[in-house]
């Protein structure tokens, strides 16, 4: 918890932390709990930014990132919204997407910023994972593979490929230029079966892929051996 780690006052919120992530200046860190909260702790000036109370999400947030610029911040939730904030004195919401618009019954269990700060990759608790760009709030591409809810996504830092882990215990490969899966990996049958593929990352120089599974084990794999 924020007291546990000395960052301030956290008893005005009621839920428990269901995801973070860094600022691209290694500054400050956003936080979604699972009563909805998003906020953000700048343990530099150890000072804490969150929305208006009715600006929080209506379920808890499964998501949260900083667009590369570090000028914005989107999180996504399990009330089927993505919401697109940008921090200003405090923290606004410029923009509310929601997906049961497009695709009725689902949520977005992963959201990540491309490089170019204007598109957003989004994973669905169907199995699909759409593009989006973040200006019109329309779909630029559906990518469809999984068998299992997608769990996570990561970006490479070029923005040339994705990955996605899901719960079909498969990690696959995207090819974000043509926007087709460039390889496909079955984690499940070499480690153990039916096991989801829960966090996704890629290192710095994209030359491995860390990904954390349900068994409790962390798993890494050489990106050149796809």
């Not at 709990?33 to 969150?50: C, P, Q, S």
């Not at 919401?93 to 949520?107: A, F």
């Amino acid at each position: 918890s924020l007291l546990t780690l000395g960052i301030g006052n956290y008893s005005e919120f009621e839920g428990k932390f269901t995801s973070a992530n860094y600022s691209p200046d290694g500054k400050s860190i956003v936080l979604g709990d699972d009563a909805g909260n998003v906020l953000i702790w700048d343990y530099i000036n150890e000072h804490i930014y969150y929305p208006r109370s009715q600006d929080k999400h209506q379920n808890f947030v499964l998501s949260v990132e900083f667009s590369p610029d570090g000028s914005k911040i989107v999180s996504s939730s399990a009330d089927s919204s993505i919401v697109l904030w940008k921090l200003d004195g405090s923290l606004k919401k410029i923009n509310t997407l929601d997906i049961s618009k497009y695709q009725p019954g689902v949520w977005v269990r992963s959201v990540r910023f491309l490089p170019s700060g204007s598109e957003l990759l989004t994973a669905l608790s169907d199995g699909t994972i759409l593009l989006w760009d973040i200006h019109s709030l329309q779909i630029i591409q559906r990518l469809s593979g999984h068998h299992g809810e997608v769990e996570s996504l990561s970006v490479s830092s070029d923005g040339g490929f994705a990955v996605s882990g899901a719960r079909d215990g498969e990690v696959r490969f995207w090819d974000l230029q043509v926007f087709k899966s460039r390889a496909n990996i079955g984690i499940s049958p070499t480690f153990q079966s039916n096991l989801e593929i829960n966090s996704m990352i890629f290192t710095n120089d994209g030359k491995y892929l860390i990904g954390g599974a349900a068994n409790g084990y962390v798993y890494i794999l050489d990106t050149n051996t796809k």
